[in-house]
């Protein structure tokens, strides 16, 4: 059975940092590029990074450039969201999300059930 | 205003069909190439129901079926049935690597 559990939501205040963790199992890990994708409590979704199976190509948001960094450790089967000088607008439910193949180019098929990242003073 | 635009809600009577729009304003993103459709639950994770515009995974149901006709693809429920109640969007690759996904569509079953 696929699962994606992430964890490391937390209250945050703004300008802080957070990392996120993705643990994945029931798949080959590396055999998947993989996303975050996140949503405001009651919003739509907005997609956050990718990250391709061997992290040579690694996409970000505008919303996030420059703050966020995505990474992964296949042999630990885990992806991560380093969040930087965190804002406001950053608050929302963090998705991890498996691409069906190892691009970071194509289908989003599977998703993690999230972890809350609430910024507030 | 995202780059894809999707009707805020629709509503229908059991046994009925529906149908969500999800129309591209981007020229970047007017192939809705990996056009995806995902439905989610109140407090649950998005499930993806329709791929690349008309592909169904294992799983789903054939009441959902898709479509496409650029700029605008187009999500079926036939047979409409209370527990189809959720919120359904679309999602599009926008070029570099990057996604776009619609507002979002609240389907009530009336």
């Known amino acids: 059975e696929v699962q994606l559990v992430e964890a490391g939501g937390d209250l945050v205040q703004p300008g802080r940092s957070l990392r996120l963790s993705c643990a994945a199992s029931g798949f080959i890990f590396d055999d998947h590029g993989m996303h975050w994708v996140r949503q405001v409590p009651g919003k739509g979704l907005e997609w956050v990074a990718g990250?391709?199976?061997?992290?040579?190509?690694?996409v970000y948001a505008d919303s996030v450039k420059d703050r966020f960094t995505i990474s992964r450790d296949n042999a630990k089967k885990s992806l991560y969201l380093q969040m930087n000088r965190l804002r406001t607008e950053d608050t929302a439910f963090y998705y991890c999300?498996?691409?069906?193949?190892?691009?970071?180019?194509?289908?989003?098929?599977?998703w993690g059930q999230g972890t809350l990242v609430t910024v507030s003073s | 205003q995202s780059a894809l635009t999707q009707p805020a809600s629709v509503s229908g009577s059991p046994g009925q069909s529906i149908t969500i729009s999800c129309t591209a304003t981007?020229?970047?993103?007017?192939?809705?190439?990996?056009l995806s459709w995902y439905q989610q639950f109140p407090g649950k994770a998005p499930r993806l129901i329709i791929y690349?515009?008309?592909k169904r995974p294992l799983g789903v149901s054939d009441r959902f079926s898709g479509s496409k006709s650029t700029p605008t693809a187009s999500l079926t429920i036939s047979g409409l049935q209370a527990d189809d109640e959720a919120d359904y969007y679309c999602?599009?690759?926008?070029?570099?690597?990057?996604?776009?996904f619609g507002g979002g569509t609240k389907l009530t079953v009336l």
């Open positions: 999300v498996r691409g069906d193949d190892g691009s970071t180019v194509t289908t989003l098929d599977f």
């Open positions: 999602s599009s690759y926008a070029g570099g690597a990057s996604w776009v």
């Open positions: 981007s020229t970047q993103i007017k192939t809705l190439q990996f």
């Open positions: 990250i391709n199976w061997r992290s040579d190509n690694i």
């Open positions: 690349e515009a008309t």
